[in-house]
């Protein structure tokens, strides 16, 4: 029914720039709050930043002022624009999103997942 893809990971090194997408489709007639997580191994999943159907922005102190959260409703898409990206930034990065669907119902959706390695 509702299906979210993410893109854009991959291997760079430190302060190299990488530029992720989350494309969403299906049955969709509203989407709301939507975020990027990361979770890296042996740590907990952890909010990047979220960005509401207003475009109110969030982000999580380490990663202020070098990523950037984006929507395009029109396109059912949100960006995440990683700058500066430091070893401690490698981690396997989630799309969430909130999504209304024509039926009525309310749910949270979660992407695959996408690879991000900063290396020295």
């Known amino acids: 029914q509702v299906q979210l893809v993410e893109s854009g990971g991959g291997l760079v090194q430190t302060g190299g720039s990488l530029r992720l997408s989350c494309a969403a489709s299906g049955s969709i007639y509203r989407l709301n709050i939507m975020g990027w997580y990361r979770q890296a191994p042996g740590k907990q999943r952890e909010l990047v930043a979220s960005i509401t159907d207003d475009r109110i922005i969030e982000y999580e102190d380490s990663v202020k002022g070098r990523f950037t959260i984006s929507r395009e409703n029109a396109k059912k898409m949100i960006d995440l624009q990683m700058d500066n990206l430091k070893p401690e930034d490698t981690a396997v990065y989630y799309c969430?999103?909130?999504?209304?669907?024509?039926?009525?119902?309310?749910?949270?959706?979660w992407g695959q997942g996408t690879q991000v390695t900063v290396s020295s």
């Open positions: 969430k999103a909130e999504i209304q669907t024509w039926d009525g119902k309310l749910s949270n959706y």
